[in-house]
């Protein structure tokens, strides 16, 4: 599975938007982006996840980029419920169960009142 | 029933002692994981389980034993362990098509003493 770096820490004023970054410049066609965040000391949440279109749901928005090196996660209007570790996992997307989600460092979010 | 449960959400035990950790999910995933956390680090990845088969170990010491006796059960058993062994075990499920995202339990904070 392709690697993936993220910034170690980000700040995000509360309401505003919070956009983390996600280089994965090894991508392979058929590769998948993840986004999970976890919250201190809970198992991990799934955000959203993408091939190449750019994906939204109730969470949060994914934007990657046409060359599928690198993406975005948009959390529009964010909250102190937000502040986690997110992290950014490229994997390929087979139908074979035996394959892995490895995590990454992550980015810490944290979302000032 | 989107859930995996894991118990218990805490154990406590001495190094000479044998315990277990429980995960269940009643999703139909033929997917299961076990992750083991530090403090602040991600989780990283000790076994995979596909069709009650286990498709991956990371190398993980003995002291670890991992059994899968159904499809929605997985237990991890634990022997003699040290007291770096302490950490939050995660479990994680997977449904069969090909991008489809890993649930991931609450986890057990294990504490060796």
């Known amino acids: 599975d392709a690697k993936t770096t993220q910034p170690t820490s980000m700040d995000c004023a509360e309401g505003r938007a919070a956009n983390l970054p996600c280089n994965h410049s090894?991508?392979?066609?058929?590769?998948?982006v993840y986004w999970y965040r976890q919250i201190h000391s809970q198992g991990p949440q799934y955000i959203i996840h993408g091939l190449k279109n750019n994906e939204t749901n109730e969470m949060a928005s994914l934007i990657i980029t046409e060359d599928r090196k690198s993406s975005t996660l948009i959390l529009p209007h964010a909250t102190l419920r937000d502040t986690a570790v997110y992290y950014c996992?490229?994997?390929?997307?087979?139908?074979?169960?035996?394959?892995?989600?490895?995590f990454g460092p992550g980015t810490r979010l944290s979302v000032l009142p | 029933d989107t859930e995996v449960t894991q118990t218990p959400k805490h154990l406590v035990m001495g190094m000479t002692n044998k315990k277990s950790l429980k995960c269940e999910q009643h999703m139909g995933h033929r997917a299961m994981y076990w992750y083991k956390q530090k403090a602040k680090k991600p989780p990283e990845l000790m076994f995979v389980?596909?069709?009650?088969?286990?498709?991956i170990n990371e190398s993980v010491p003995s002291r670890f034993s991992p059994e899968c006796p159904n499809s929605s059960l997985l237990n991890l058993h634990l022997h003699a362990l040290q007291p770096e062994d302490s950490a939050l075990y995660l479990c994680?499920?997977?449904?069969?098509?090909?991008?489809?995202?890993?649930?991931f339990g609450q986890g057990t904070r294990l504490t060796v003493v």
């Open positions: 994680a499920s997977r449904g069969p098509l090909r991008d489809t995202e890993a649930f």
């Open positions: 389980y596909s069709y009650e088969k286990l498709s």
């Open positions: 996992i490229v994997r390929v997307g087979v139908i074979n169960y035996g394959q892995n989600f490895v």
């Open positions: 090894t991508i392979s066609g058929n590769e998948y």
